[in-house]
């Protein structure tokens, strides 16, 4: 039973630490997917205002993740929404990267517990995050729908959470035996 016990916890191990790596990577995959008319009405377009001041090319805002949407708002300023949208918006969009990376890290360090906690504020932020989007018409509307982001990270988080609870689990039934 201890080699069948050994090789149980490396597979959870395993799988934290996969499923908290998908946390990290979720804030590089879009977020807001354009609709096809949305879509279709960038490629119309040879140049965009907007994009160029941003350095973006009407393609990269088809699909948006949530780094380009700090991009965007760490940008705010120079297209006129002001000081205090970049100072509220930026750390908003930028925690769920950073709450990620810190569930990687205990992941990686075989801290479940630790893991638990940052991966349920990870999936909070996003869902915050969501929550915001709607209420101000960002997401869904009638340029972008949600993007594969929103549901890699809720179910990267879940997944996160079972996985660690299973590690402590095996370890507790270890120390019985």
């Known amino acids: 039973m ?3 016990n050994v090789e149980t916890k490396r597979v959870a191990v395993i799988a934290t630490i996969i499923a908290a790596a998908l946390l990290v ?3 590089f995959l879009p977020y807001a997917a354009g609709t096809q008319e949305f879509r279709d009405g960038l490629d119309l377009m040879s140049a965009n205002p907007y994009s160029e001041t941003l350095g973006m090319s009407n393609e990269d805002l088809t699909d948006i993740s949530l780094f380009e949407y700090a991009q965007i708002y760490g940008s705010s300023i120079d297209l006129g929404m002001g000081e205090t949208f970049a100072m509220v918006y930026v750390p908003l969009t930028v925690a769920p990267a950073v709450l990620g990376a810190l569930t990687l890290l205990f992941a ?3 801290k479940p ?3 638990i906690v940052f991966s349920v504020f990870t999936v909070a932020m996003t869902l915050l995050l969501s929550w915001d989007f709607e209420d101000r ?3 869904p509307s009638d340029s972008y729908d949600w993007g594969v982001a929103k549901w890699v990270y809720l179910l990267a988080g879940i997944v996160v959470v079972a996985c660690a609870v299973w590690q402590i689990v ?3 039934q270890s ?3």
């Open 2 to 4: 201890g080699a069948k």
């Open 25 to 27: 990577v979720a804030f």
């Open 108 to 110: 990686l360090l075989r």
């Open 113 to 115: 517990i630790p893991a």
């Open 137 to 139: 018409g960002v997401i």
């Open 170 to 172: 095996l370890r507790r």
């Open 175 to 177: 120390k019985k035996a």
